[in-house]
């Protein structure tokens, strides 16, 4: 009985800490939530877009981002896109 509970208690150990490890440290949409596994990501970094604020976004959620962005500079980058 003792030899079972404790088989026990070490399965439900490792089974909590093996979903605790495979949640943590994944990268999540800044906006809607979406992990890397659901959706591909996309860094808005200061150093490649004028105002990026160093969030990951998915691909609606940083079109939106982006040109919601009031640096001048973005918005040149729009219309370059869209020509």
Same mark, same amino acid.
């Given at each position: 009985?003792?030899? !079972?509970?404790?088989?026990?208690? &070490?399965?439900? *150990? &490792?089974?909590?800490?093996? *979903?605790?490890? !495979?949640?943590?440290?994944?990268?999540?949409?800044?906006?809607?939530?979406?992990?890397?596994?659901?959706?591909? $990501? *996309? $860094? *808005?970094?200061?150093?490649?877009?004028?105002?990026?604020?160093?969030?990951?976004?998915?691909?609606?959620?940083?079109?939106? +981002?982006?040109?919601?962005?009031?640096?001048?500079? +973005?918005?040149?980058? &729009?219309?370059? +896109? &869209?020509?």
């Amino acid at each position: 009985m003792k030899k !079972t509970l404790s088989l026990t208690l &070490i399965f439900m *150990f &490792i089974m909590v800490s093996a *979903f605790a490890l !495979t949640g943590c440290g994944k990268k999540k949409c800044a906006k809607c939530g979406k992990t890397e596994d659901e959706v591909q $990501l *996309f $860094l *808005f970094d200061t150093s490649t877009h004028p105002g990026g604020d160093g969030k990951y976004y998915c691909s609606a959620c940083y079109r939106q +981002v982006y040109s919601e962005t009031p640096v001048p500079e +973005v918005a040149d980058e &729009i219309a370059k +896109v &869209i020509e």
